[in-house]
């Protein structure tokens, strides 16, 4: 089992930047893939970005490459946000799985644990 709390939502103008942080706790293998997603009010939940292990191997959507950057350290998963837009308002998930499958997509039905979620709010 793993659990998972986010962190450091909150509201950012356009152009400015956040950084979400989102602390793990339980069996090591079961987060060896983390991963952010967000979903937006009306909207499907969309991956944001992953990160694999020790590796480090990361992988983000479109949208975000260039301005986002996930990053980990032993038991926490961050993702900064910088040059940040109003479509980037949204509600933002953490989640984990142990399998390197998940790390290999950014599609939430790949990861087994969720975290309850941090809002970020850009306005213009």
């Known amino acids: 089992q793993v659990q998972l709390v986010e962190s450091g939502g909150g509201s950012a103008q356009a152009g400015g930047s956040l950084r979400l942080s989102c602390a793990a706790s339980g069996d090591t293998y079961t987060r060896n893939c983390m991963a952010w997603f967000r979903q937006a009010p009306g909207k499907e939940r969309e991956g944001v970005a992953t990160?694999?292990?020790?590796?480090?191997s990361t992988y983000y959507a479109d949208s975000v490459k260039g301005r986002f950057t996930i990053s980990r350290d032993n038991a926490n998963v961050y993702l900064q946000m910088n040059n940040l837009k109003p479509g980037d308002t949204a509600m933002y998930y953490c989640?984990?799985?142990?399998?390197?499958?998940?790390?290999?997509?950014?599609?939430?039905?790949?990861?087994?644990?969720w975290g309850q979620g941090t809002q970020v709010t850009v306005s213009s």
């Open positions: 990160i694999y292990s020790d590796v480090g």
């Open positions: 989640a984990a799985d142990p399998r390197l499958y998940a790390c290999q997509a950014l599609t939430s039905s790949r990861f087994g644990y």
